[in-house]
């Protein structure tokens, strides 16, 4: 079994920057994807970043230019630093990690706020 567990959400003020980082244990997998999905109060569930084992990002209009994804893939962790964040970041983050096969693991979520 794998999990995942987020860290590094909290209150940031607008302009400001926050670091997230996911790491996974327990069963020793590789995985394709890494990356990172958001749910604002009453929205769906959006990808904001991901990042495949050979390097290769994706990210959502919303935040290139401000957000940057990384993996350590010896450690089976991925990060998200966010720079210059707006209040409309506001969301709880949850970490995504895709197998080669297509198995989906998901984290628990950390909860970021922007203040205004």
């Known amino acids: 079994q794998v999990q995942l567990v987020e860290s590094g959400g909290g209150l940031v003020q607008a302009g400001g920057s926050l670091r997230l980082s996911c790491a996974a244990s327990?069963?020793?997998?590789?995985?394709?994807?890494m990356g990172w999905y958001r749910q604002a109060p009453g929205k769906q569930r959006e990808l904001v970043a991901t990042?495949?084992?050979?390097?290769?990002?994706n990210y959502a209009d919303s935040v290139k230019g401000r957000f940057t994804i990384s993996r350590d893939n010896a450690n089976n962790t991925v990060y998200l630093q966010m720079d210059s964040v707006k209040p409309e970041d506001t969301a709880v983050y949850y970490c995504?990690?895709?197998?080669?096969?297509?198995?989906?693991?998901w984290g628990k979520g950390t909860l970021v706020t922007v203040s205004s």
């Open positions: 990042k495949t084992i050979g390097g290769v990002t």
């Open positions: 995504a990690c895709v197998t080669f096969l297509g198995v989906y693991y």
């Open positions: 327990g069963s020793i997998v590789s995985f394709n994807f």
